[in-house]
């Protein structure tokens, strides 16, 4: 069988990058053996960490190492639960509680046996859950140590099993959902775990296999205790581990597989093996080329799988006597035994892993979100449908300085009734329901003095407008005080030659959401507007080439406010000017402004507001060969003929290349009598300005001269 090489190096270094600016850590893993990640997790402030990525996609740390990795960890923006207002009168108020942004899970793996489903997800937690039912998260041991988390996740039919950050196993069942240490011996550290029926394997650090069995005959105790250690010959390591029921298949740090009876330990081909999934008749392989194999119970040697047109795959799963093989484009296989694979989706999404129980699919995808369908009597894949993994945050009570508020469930958000109270900081206490766990939190309060709120209760402040040389400026607004807020005039002011950016104080934009506390002048701020044509003369019988250049922006629009998404993917502002301006990634076209590629700068929501040249005109004549000039805003237009004189140049133009034409008219054209040659120097001649550039200028000018002028004797003559 051909075999991929793969890199002869005896180790390889793991680099974990945790994306905050700081040092990555490093460790050395032997080649074909599986990584660990850092004990702890790392932690950024206002975000949370949602697992290691490799290449931008979930890292599953039951993949063995072949070559020098770089595991980079992807965070999310953390929320929390808030007040609004933090603050109020003596005499009590209604404020309103807030929750977080429900935690989404960013699974890397995903599990079955029987009826249930399991997912591990980035940050170390598992959620278990049935076909039809809502993911439910496992609780952590009882006094786990802080910063303890899951590592891998197993389902079995009768229990299910973890291993723990400390590299100790963990098992619970539906009866003791819990997760209990399993009782072995506690110097003993594991790196993988697997699980088939009623059997569980667990590989140590020494290479070693851990065979444990639940008891059959005690339907109250299903804890597994060990039957067997499993030792293969000479120098070799397992690294995998699985077992069909009567086999049982592990795979060495060299990618060789073993088959194990009792009494037996044979080595078995195909190598080097990547992946292992046991059925309830047989094994099921994948090897380091992509290739899938099937490994009778009584076979010595493997039968391929094959995928259409020579497909390679990525990742196999298995339950009972159907698997779920996923190929290196992301679409799905649905096989078994004696049969031809057969897709189990529709072709419209990616995945990365995928399960199957009975006739239900459930999947992970590229951005480590699960999603599920059903497959027809057909054999037909059914639509996908994203499964919620969590529930949203609940708020139970609430309390101002052990004092017991009303509230009430407005919407997402809930009401408080603030009595009165004392002017002085105080605590409000929430208690309530979130990822699946009860909490207390406390939220800083402050009940404002009334001898400030009550001297301006009836107070204004007046806000002047300055439009720096525009057009009449609007008329002063009176803003009462304490919550007043400045309305933005309308239209904006006009100024000949300029464009307007918006209101400010000095150099700062003035943010128009802001409650005033005093008198304000606001003052226009403009950029030049001014169009050019260059070179703006030429011969009548034109075409010449001449350059139009619209505005450019000096001064800029800034921004007073900014927000960015709950992944920190992409953020939107409000401009000065009144617009709202987004960037960053821009999946789904979510940036708004009419395209769905990502933009590392700021463009206008509903478009850019660039001006694009769309056609040009020389009086009533068009321009011809109209041409953008590359990297600006710029385009060259071949001249029409037209007697001598000044012409007006009729721009037409979008801003963005979007939306309504535009006509500038501010531009003058002056056409000469074909006889007559620009004078050098001037505006109405395009010098070339390079080094050794400056004579050939000269002669192309001369001989233009010369046929323009022949030209005209040649018409005097006839």
């Given at each position: 069988?051909?075999?991929?090489q793969?890199?002869?190096?005896?180790a390889?270094?793991?680099?974990f990058?945790?994306?905050d600016?700081?040092?990555p850590?490093?460790?050395?893993?032997?080649?074909?053996?599986?990584?660990?990640?850092?004990?702890?997790?790392?932690q950024?402030?206002g975000?949370?960490?949602?697992?290691?990525?490799?290449?931008?996609?979930?890292?599953?740390f039951?993949?063995?190492?072949?070559?020098?990795?770089?595991?980079?960890?992807?965070?999310?923006?953390?929320?929390?639960?808030?007040?609004?207002?933090?603050?109020g009168?003596?005499?009590?108020?209604?404020?309103?509680?807030?929750?977080?942004?429900?935690?989404k899970?960013?699974?890397?793996?995903?599990?079955?046996?029987?009826?249930?489903?399991?997912?591990?997800?980035g940050?170390?937690?598992?959620?278990?859950?049935?076909?039809?039912?809502?993911?439910?998260?496992v609780?952590l041991?009882?006094?786990a140590?802080?910063?303890?988390?899951?590592?891998?996740?197993?389902?079995?039919?009768?229990?299910q099993?973890?291993?723990?950050?400390?590299?100790?196993?963990?098992?619970?069942?539906?009866?003791?959902?819990?997760?209990?240490?399993l009782?072995?011996d506690?110097?003993?550290?594991?790196?993988?775990?697997s699980?088939?029926?009623?059997?569980l394997?667990?590989?140590?650090?020494?290479?070693?296999?851990?065979?444990?069995?639940?008891?059959?005959?005690?339907?109250r105790n299903?804890?597994?205790?060990?039957?067997?250690?499993i030792?293969?010959?000479?120098?070799?390591?397992a690294?995998?581990?699985?077992?069909?029921?009567?086999?049982?298949?592990?795979?060495?740090a060299?990618?060789?597989?073993?088959?194990?009876?009792?009494?037996?330990?044979?080595?078995?081909?195909?190598?080097?093996?990547?992946?292992?999934?046991?059925?309830?008749?047989?094994?099921?392989?994948?090897?380091?080329?992509?290739?899938?194999?099937?490994?009778?119970?009584?076979?010595?040697?493997?039968?391929?799988?094959?995928?259409?047109?020579?497909?390679?795959?990525?990742?196999?799963?298995?339950?009972?006597?159907?698997?779920?093989?996923?190929?290196?484009?992301?679409?799905?296989?649905?096989?078994?035994?004696?049969?031809a694979?057969m897709?189990?989706?529709?072709?419209?999404?990616?995945?990365?892993?995928?399960?199957?129980?009975?006739?239900?699919?459930?999947?992970?995808?590229?951005?480590?979100?699960?999603?599920?369908?059903?497959?027809?009597?057909?054999?037909?894949?059914?639509?996908?449908?994203?499964?919620?993994?969590?529930?949203?945050?609940?708020?139970?009570?609430a309390?101002?300085?052990?004092?017991?508020?009303?509230?009430?469930?407005?919407?997402?958000?809930?009401?408080?009734?603030?009595?009165?109270r004392n002017?002085?900081?105080?605590?409000?206490?929430?208690?309530?329901?979130?990822?699946?766990?009860?909490f207390?939190?406390s939220?800083?309060?402050?009940?404002?003095?009334?001898?400030?709120?009550?001297?301006?209760?009836?107070s204004?402040?007046?806000?002047?407008?300055?439009?720096?040389?525009?057009?009449?400026?609007?008329?002063?607004?009176?803003?009462?005080?304490?919550?007043g807020?400045?309305?933005r005039?309308?239209?904006?002011?006009t100024?000949?030659?300029?464009?307007?950016?918006?209101?400010?104080?000095d150099?700062v934009?003035?943010d128009?959401?802001?409650?005033?506390?005093?008198?304000?002048?606001?003052?226009?701020?403009?950029?030049?507007?001014?169009?050019?044509?260059?070179?703006?003369?030429?011969?009548?019988?034109g075409?010449?080439?001449?350059?139009?250049?619209?505005?450019?922006?000096?001064?800029?629009?800034?921004f007073n406010?900014?927000?960015?998404?709950?992944?920190?993917?992409?953020?939107?502002?409000?401009g000065?000017?009144?617009?709202?301006y987004?960037?960053?990634?821009?999946?789904?076209?979510?940036?708004?402004?009419?395209?769905t590629?990502?933009?590392?700068?700021?463009?206008?929501?509903?478009?850019?507001?660039?001006?694009?040249?769309?056609?040009?005109?020389?009086?009533?004549?068009?321009g011809?060969?109209?041409?953008?000039?590359?990297?600006?805003?710029?385009?060259?237009?071949?001249?029409?003929?037209?007697?001598?004189?000044?012409?007006?140049?009729?721009?037409?133009?979008?801003m963005?290349?979007?939306?309504?034409?535009?006509?500038?008219?501010?531009?003058?054209?002056?056409?000469?009598?074909?006889?007559?040659?620009?004078?050098?120097?001037?505006?109405g001649?395009?010098?070339?300005?390079?080094?050794?550039?400056?004579?050939?200028?000269?002669?192309?000018?001369?001989?233009?001269?010369?046929?323009?002028?022949?030209?005209?004797?040649?018409?005097?003559?006839?």
């Amino acid at each position: 069988m051909p075999s991929r090489q793969t890199d002869d190096q005896a180790a390889h270094t793991v680099r974990f990058d945790p994306a905050d600016g700081s040092k990555p850590t490093q460790a050395t893993v032997k080649t074909g053996t599986l990584a660990s990640p850092p004990q702890k997790n790392p932690q950024r402030e206002g975000s949370r960490f949602d697992g290691w990525t490799r290449d931008g996609l979930p890292f599953d740390f039951q993949t063995p190492i072949l070559q020098d990795t770089t595991l980079t960890a992807r965070w999310t923006k953390a929320t929390d639960w808030t007040l609004s207002p933090n603050h109020g009168p003596s005499s009590g108020t209604q404020l309103t509680v807030s929750p977080p942004d429900k935690k989404k899970p960013y699974y890397t793996s995903i599990h079955t046996a029987d009826s249930q489903f399991v997912g591990l997800t980035g940050d170390g937690n598992i959620y278990i859950w049935t076909q039809d039912g809502i993911p439910k998260q496992v609780p952590l041991p009882a006094q786990a140590p802080e910063g303890f988390h899951y590592l891998q996740a197993a389902a079995g039919s009768q229990w299910q099993a973890a291993l723990g950050s400390d590299q100790h196993i963990y098992t619970w069942t539906s009866q003791q959902p819990t997760p209990t240490i399993l009782d072995t011996d506690r110097n003993i550290r594991f790196t993988s775990i697997s699980t088939s029926s009623n059997r569980l394997l667990a590989v140590d650090q020494q290479g070693r296999v851990h065979n444990f069995q639940a008891s059959q005959a005690d339907s109250r105790n299903m804890k597994p205790t060990e039957h067997s250690t499993i030792s293969l010959p000479g120098q070799a390591q397992a690294t995998l581990a699985v077992a069909s029921p009567s086999r049982t298949l592990i795979v060495d740090a060299d990618g060789q597989t073993w088959s194990w009876k009792p009494g037996q330990a044979e080595n078995t081909k195909p190598s080097p093996i990547m992946q292992a999934a046991a059925l309830n008749q047989g094994l099921l392989l994948l090897d380091a080329d992509g290739h899938t194999w099937y490994l009778a119970d009584n076979a010595t040697s493997a039968k391929a799988v094959n995928l259409p047109e020579s497909t390679e795959a990525s990742r196999i799963s298995a339950s009972n006597d159907q698997a779920i093989i996923t190929d290196k484009d992301g679409r799905l296989w649905f096989w078994k035994s004696g049969e031809a694979p057969m897709r189990a989706e529709n072709g419209n999404q990616h995945y990365l892993q995928a399960v199957r129980i009975g006739s239900r699919i459930a999947a992970l995808d590229r951005q480590g979100s699960l999603c599920q369908w059903s497959i027809d009597t057909h054999g037909q894949p059914g639509k996908p449908a994203k499964i919620d993994s969590t529930t949203a945050p609940t708020l139970e009570s609430a309390s101002l300085d052990g004092q017991a508020l009303t509230v009430s469930k407005t919407g997402d958000a809930w009401q408080a009734d603030v009595p009165a109270r004392n002017p002085g900081p105080a605590v409000i206490t929430i208690t309530g329901m979130q990822d699946d766990k009860p909490f207390t939190k406390s939220l800083n309060y402050t009940v404002d003095q009334p001898l400030l709120r009550d001297a301006q209760q009836d107070s204004t402040h007046t806000i002047t407008f300055d439009t720096a040389g525009g057009s009449q400026a609007p008329q002063p607004q009176q803003v009462g005080y304490p919550y007043g807020r400045v309305n933005r005039p309308s239209p904006d002011p006009t100024r000949s030659g300029y464009q307007f950016y918006g209101w400010f104080i000095d150099n700062v934009a003035y943010d128009f959401s802001k409650p005033v506390t005093k008198d304000l002048r606001l003052t226009a701020h403009w950029s030049s507007n001014k169009w050019t044509i260059s070179p703006d003369t030429g011969s009548q019988i034109g075409g010449q080439r001449t350059t139009i250049t619209p505005p450019t922006n000096t001064n800029g629009i800034k921004f007073n406010q900014i927000s960015s998404s709950n992944t920190g993917s992409f953020s939107l502002a409000v401009g000065s000017d009144g617009n709202a301006y987004a960037w960053g990634d821009n999946g789904n076209g979510r940036l708004g402004d009419g395209t769905t590629n990502g933009k590392l700068v700021p463009v206008s929501v509903m478009f850019n507001p660039q001006p694009v040249i769309a056609a040009a005109k020389f009086d009533t004549s068009p321009g011809t060969h109209l041409t953008p000039v590359s990297n600006s805003n710029s385009a060259t237009v071949l001249t029409p003929a037209h007697l001598p004189g000044t012409v007006t140049v009729s721009v037409d133009y979008t801003m963005g290349g979007a939306g309504n034409t535009l006509t500038d008219t501010s531009l003058r054209y002056t056409y000469t009598p074909a006889g007559v040659l620009p004078q050098a120097g001037g505006e109405g001649i395009m010098l070339a300005l390079a080094t050794g550039m400056t004579g050939i200028g000269g002669v192309l000018a001369s001989r233009r001269h010369r046929r323009e002028t022949q030209r005209l004797l040649h018409t005097s003559l006839e």
